[in-house]
């Protein structure tokens, strides 16, 4: 059996740590549920030739499994991630020649470079630092308003 091996990213770099669907950043377990969900759609469909294995969080996560048809693989994965709401922050690529060929949303995107672990640690680091960054700037919060209490 020839098989080859197809790769999902979810999230988008500016939009995608941002959505409220996206949240809590960390989300390891949507990874997860995520994650399983694409294994058991490809096993349905009885394309999946290898368990599949991920990495990241939901926010900027990776999918990548062993198929024997990686056309209608990438059919199967855009029907669900459709489904779910997460098609639009998604891209789907096919291993080629010790490369990635982008199959989804477009062969221009750079899907190496989005696979890459080291930029997703660096990606996760500087979001994290961003929100640091800026709940160490807002003002400290305010007891209720005393206007409103009884007089004593």
């Given at each position: ?73 990438a059919i199967v994965l855009k029907e669900e991630l459709a489904l779910i709401g997460l098609l639009d922050v998604s891209q789907i690529g096919i291993a080629r020649d ?55």
């Open positions: 059996m020839d098989t080859k091996i197809i790769a999902v990213h979810i999230g988008d770099l500016v939009i995608g740590p941002l959505a409220a669907e996206a949240f809590p950043p960390k989300n390891l377990i949507g990874m997860l549920l995520l994650w399983r969900l694409l294994s058991l759609a490809l096993s349905k469909a009885g394309l999946l030739a290898e368990p599949a294995g991920g990495r990241g969080e939901l926010n900027d996560c990776t999918f990548m499994a062993s198929v024997t048809d990686t056309e209608a693989a010790g490369g990635w060929r982008c199959v989804y949303p477009s062969a221009s995107v750079r899907l190496n470079w989005l696979l890459d672990g080291e930029r997703q640690d660096l990606v996760r680091e500087r979001l994290l630092a961003a929100v640091a960054k800026l709940r160490a700037n807002l003002p400290p919060s305010s007891p209720p308003d005393q206007e409103d209490s009884p007089p004593k």
